[in-house]
């Protein structure tokens, strides 16, 4: 019996260490970031920030620019390479008709999923997107990927965002 009771203790503390979320640092918040990505794969992050011309006006040619942050090496930023932009977290940018300063945005991973890149004020622009049935500003995406494959397939995702009537917190975690 005792055998068993420790056995059954070195199973529970061996389980719940594999399983111990990953602590992910959050990434500087500046004039440009609009959201990021982060993943169990590692604490890599993926940044979409803004691209202002001079006059604090969202760059009409490339609004967005999406880059890592390499935090598992030195922390330096990494531009994505053309799997990872064409595939995964490339994004592309198209003005919407009639209104100023507003681009929709389209993710490599999810063509489906709607994102509104939409300018507040000068050198201010925030994303929205739909988190539990209504439009929302995103702050941050973390994608759970099955790694057990040669390609990582998707289990879940989780939005972050903030709802810019009441500033409340909204969460929604998406199944796949």
Do not use: C
């Not at 594999?18 to 890599?44: A, G, H």
């Not at 507040?120 to 997107?129: D, H, I, L, N, W």
């Not at 049935?133 to 995702?157: Q, R």
């Amino acid at each position: 019996m005792k055998k068993i009771l420790i056995i059954t203790i070195l199973f529970i503390g061996l389980t719940s260490f594999i399983n111990q979320e990953k602590e992910y640092p959050t990434p500087p918040k500046t004039t440009e970031l609009l959201f990021y990505v982060q993943r169990n794969l590692n604490t890599n992050t993926v940044i979409f920030d803004a691209v202002f011309d001079g006059n604090g006006n969202l760059d009409e040619d490339k609004p967005i620019d999406v880059y890592w942050i390499r935090y598992d090496e030195e922390g330096q930023r990494k531009e994505l390479n053309s799997l990872e932009r064409w595939f995964a977290f490339g994004a592309k940018a198209k003005k919407v008709a009639g209104k100023e300063n507003q681009y929709s945005i389209k993710l490599a991973a999810d063509k489906k999923k709607y994102f509104l890149l939409k300018q507040t004020a000068p050198f201010k622009a925030s994303v929205y997107t739909e988190i539990k049935g209504e439009m929302h500003i995103i702050n941050n995406l973390y994608v759970f990927a099955d790694t057990s494959s040669f390609w990582p397939k998707v289990k879940y995702f989780e939005l972050f965002g903030i709802d810019e009537t009441s500033d409340d917190t909204i969460y929604e975690k998406k199944l796949i």
